[in-house]
Structure formats: structure tokens, C-alpha cells
């Protein structure tokens, strides 16, 4: 639990990031394929049961499980920080959920040696950005807090910051231990914010971004007509903003890497 909030937001970023990496059409599409997974599978469920297909229930693997068995104690050390079997568990099994849809959709088996690597590697970059964001002289204040406790509160469809609090305590973290993490998450978004600089998307970026996702509707051969591109721009700014802020997070924890004593038992 010692780092809960980090592992849903920064672990997860840095995990995308590394996937864009060099492959971000693959990216984008496992991003589609995560958000259709249920309601996809639950349709050809019932569609198979109807026709009795016996191809389509061979084209439904059982949902894997994670091997977990041969996980360390220790899983890495960052500068005489230890990330600690625990911490992995959960950032894997969160991350492998997400792969156990895609694979069922796809017929893939999810390859777990290399999904343990990456999420080592996520957890060591996470790290790394938690201690250069401590190091830093980063301000933070009553209304930042408040605004990553309010997003927590809409995300997980709360009413309020007391929800929150109580919902953490059931699961044995005090509210003084997630206002620490909160505070942390802060600094590591002004620390990336500071790396990024001021981004202001350009027409032919948004452009870009707009027509790739029209380009993906048609070859999904949806009935829906794309929305147009001024009703899409503020959605194209933030994801062209959160694409470079993401590029930069990874250039600073690529220079991290090169002055940091990091060891990985994965």
C-alpha cells in the first residue's frame, strides 16, 4: 500500500508511455480494445450460446491467470530505495487484468516474462521521478491536493472527499497516508509540467491527432458518423498536451537512469 495512489496514476502512465514508445498505432489500439473488451465479449457470449457455434467458443480462451510465483522478495533497489514484491503484485496484476482482455479477444497468449519486465522497469521510472520530484523545490498548495482529491472523487463516482477518505481507510490506508501520496502525486505532475514546458498544440498537430481517430473508426466499419473536428479540438489539445508532457517524462527518466544506481532482479 505504500505507494497506492502513485501505482494508479503514475505507474499506469509510464506504462502507456513505454508502450507508445516507438509503437504508438499498437498503443492506441490496445487503449480501444481495453474500453470495448466488455461489452464485446459479452455480445459474442451471447451470441455463441444462441447459434451454438462450436468455432466461436473455441475462439474464447479461459481468462488466464498471473504467475506470480517466482517474484522476489526484492524487486529492484533505486538508490538504496527497495521496490518490494508487494508493490510489483500490484502494479502487475492491475496492468496484467488489462492484457488477460485483450488476449481474450485476440487469441494471443499474454507473454507474462516480458509484462514483468515492463512493469519492473515502470515501477523503477516511477521511482526515479518520486525522488527527483522530492528533491525539487516544488510548491505545493490547499488547492492542488484538492484537485487530485477531487478527480479521485469523480473517477470513482463518489460524493464526496469524505467517501474517499473512508473507502482508503477500509482498505488500511489513513487519511494522513493518502494526503502524503497525494502531495507526492503533485510535485511528479509540476516536475513533469516543469520538464514539458508550455505546450501549445499546434492547428496541424491537432489536425493529425483528429484524423487518425477517424481513420480508426472507419476500420472498426462503425455506423457512427465522426464527430467534427471543433467539437473534438478541446479533447485533441489535452491528448496532444498529455502526449509531449509524456515524452518529456520519459527523457527525464532516461537522464535519471544514466546517474542512478539501479539494480532489477526480473
Given at each position: ?20 514508445n516507438?509503437d ?13 473488451a ?63 482482455m ?22 523503477v ?8 520530484a ?17 478527480s ?10 469524505d467517501?474517499l ?8 490506508m ?8 497525494v ?11 516543469e ?11 491537432l ?12 476500420q ?14 478541446p ?9 509531449k ?9 532516461a ?12
Amino acid at each position: 500500500m505504500k505507494k497506492w495512489l502513485s501505482s494508479l496514476t503514475i505507474i499506469g502512465s509510464l506504462l502507456l508511455l513505454g508502450a507508445c514508445n516507438g509503437d504508438e498505432e499498437a498503443a492506441t489500439e490496445d487503449t480501444e480494445s481495453t474500453e470495448e473488451a466488455a461489452p464485446e465479449s459479452g455480445a459474442a457470449a451471447e451470441g455463441e450460446e444462441g447459434a451454438g457455434a462450436e468455432e466461436g467458443t473455441a475462439e474464447q480462451p479461459e481468462m488466464p491467470e498471473p504467475d506470480l510465483e517466482d517474484v522476489p522478495d526484492v524487486v529492484a533497489e533505486v538508490n538504496d530505495t527497495e521496490i518490494e514484491k508487494a508493490e510489483f503484485e500490484e502494479a502487475y496484476n492491475m496492468q496484467f487484468q488489462q492484457m488477460a482482455m485483450m488476449s481474450q479477444m485476440s487469441g494471443e497468449e499474454v507473454n507474462q516474462d516480458d509484462l514483468k519486465k515492463q512493469v519492473a522497469d515502470g515501477l523503477v521510472s516511477q521511482e526515479l521521478l518520486l525522488q527527483e520530484a522530492d528533491n525539487r523545490d516544488l510548491e505545493v498548495t490547499e488547492e492542488d491536493k484538492n484537485g487530485v482529491l477531487d478527480s479521485l472523487v469523480e473517477q470513482n463516482g463518489m460524493e464526496s472527499q469524505d467517501d474517499l477518505f473512508a473507502a482508503f481507510e477500509e482498505q488500511g490506508m489513513p487519511e494522513d497516508e493518502v494526503m502524503s501520496q497525494v502531495e507526492m502525486q503533485v510535485k511528479v505532475d509540476k516536475l513533469i509540467a516543469e520538464e514539458a514546458g508550455d505546450i501549445e498544440p499546434s492547428e496541424e498537430e491537432l489536425q493529425e491527432v483528429y484524423d487518425a481517430q477517424v481513420a480508426q473508426m472507419e476500420q472498426m466499419e462503425t455506423e457512427e458518423e465522426p464527430p467534427a473536428f471543433e467539437e473534438m479540438e478541446p479533447q485533441l489539445k489535452e491528448q496532444v498536451v498529455q502526449q509531449k508532457e509524456g515524452e518529456a517524462a520519459q527523457a527525464l527518466v532516461a537522464d535519471l537512469k544514466e546517474n542512478a544506481d539501479v539494480t532489477v532482479h526480473i
